[in-house]
């Protein structure tokens, strides 16, 4: 079984200024790691994913997200947010081979950008 | 492109009530998914299907029940409803699990169990 940990509820932050949300998981199984953005009164959206390869990730709208096998980590940054960036951003991780396939997430860093 | 529909989309519901949720899909994709979204506790789970005919068990999935008659079409039954289901609902699908990872959700259900 997985079980992934978002270590901030909610992150303020102004626009034009960096953002890094954080994640780390546990597994005792190689995985599959992902970020998803959940923007108000929509359903989630996948922002970016690691399979394998390249431990730098990079997905839609600028972010990016480094693959830490060594901490367990999955961080996902923006060196500048826009306000259209005000989402909750979630981390998921599936082992490789998960019967079903199934995506566990963590609970969610909901982003407030400010002007 | 209709991608993952959800009906209804909103719903308030008295306790002991019974309620279906209906989610259809137009991708013709196999896998198909039922998550819950609480505050600060993310997606778990309920029940998921592998194929038509085929359901299985999450995280979850105690007060609920569901089916997949047709590969497009997944349903979640609430048979007597409580007030701790009051939440959010997604329904998700996946071609398969070839290795893109990518969960197409809808919208959601909004659910308000009195």
């Known amino acids: 079984a997985q079980s992934v940990t978002q270590l901030d509820s909610q992150v303020p932050v102004f626009e034009e200024a960096p953002v890094e949300l954080r994640c780390n998981y546990s597994s005792s199984v190689s995985v599959y790691l992902f970020w998803y953005v959940q923007y108000p009164n929509q359903g989630l959206q996948l922002l970016l994913k690691?399979?394998?390869?390249?431990?730098l990730v990079k997905g839609i709208n600028g972010f990016e997200a480094e693959f830490n096998k060594s901490q367990t980590s999955f961080h996902l940054r923006k060196p500048s947010v826009h306000i259209s960036d005000t989402a909750e951003y979630f981390c998921a991780v599936s082992g490789i081979e998960a019967a079903g396939n199934k995506l566990t997430f963590g609970g969610g860093t909901r982003v407030l950008v400010k002007p | 492109n209709a991608g993952v529909t959800q009906t209804p989309k909103f719903r308030v519901l008295k306790t002991g009530q019974s309620m279906t949720l209906l989610c259809a899909q137009d991708m013709n994709h196999e896998y198909m998914y039922w998550y819950r979204q609480d505050p600060g506790m993310g997606l778990r789970l309920i029940h998921y299907s592998v194929g038509e005919g085929t359901t299985a068990k999450g995280e979850v999935p105690d007060g609920y029940n569901v089916s997949r008659l047709k590969k497009q079409n997944f349903l979640l039954g609430l048979e007597s409803a409580a007030p701790s289901q009051t939440s959010v609902y997604f329904c998700a699908s996946i071609p398969d699990w070839g290795g893109t990872g990518e969960l197409f959700f809808g919208e959601g259900s909004r659910l308000t169990v009195l």
């Open positions: 690691y399979l394998s390869g390249s431990t």
